[in-house]
Nanobody
Framework: QVQLVESGGGSVQPGGSLRLSCVAS????????MRWYRQAPGKERELVAS???????NYGDSVKGQFTISRDGAKDTVFLQMNTLKPEDTAVYYC???????????WGEGTLVTVSS
């Protein structure tokens, strides 16, 4: 199994920045790619950003140019740098790992980001 722990959420004013972290442990050698999702109150969970183990990245349309996903392979950690935050970025942010072991997927418990003045 893979365990994921997110951190870095909090409250920030519009225009501010936050950096989320997701630390993976367990069978991390089997991770094929990692993704950040978010779920705002009353809305469906949406994909924010994705990165493969070899560094290829992809972003949701709503965050392109605003968020950056990166990873520290040595520490099995994925980051999400979020800039110019807006109230509509308020959500619980989740980390997900997809493995090469029969496509098993694992989720973290999420970290809350609140953007408000």
């Amino acid at each position: 199994q893979v365990q994921l722990v997110e951190s870095g959420g909090g409250s920030v004013q519009p225009g501010g920045s936050l950096r989320l972290s997701c630390v993976a442990s367990g069978r991390t050698f089997a991770i094929h790619f990692m993704r950040w999702y978010r779920q705002a109150p009353g809305k469906e969970r949406e994909l924010v950003a994705s990165t493969t183990v070899d560094g290829r990245t992809n972003y949701g349309d709503s965050v392109k140019g605003q968020f950056t996903i990166s990873r520290d392979g040595a520490k099995d950690t994925v980051f999400l740098q979020m800039n110019t935050l807006k109230p509509e970025d308020t959500a619980v942010y989740y980390c997900k790992a997809v493995t090469t072991e029969h496509g098993k997927q694992y989720w973290g418990e999420g970290t809350l980001v609140t953007v408000s003045s």
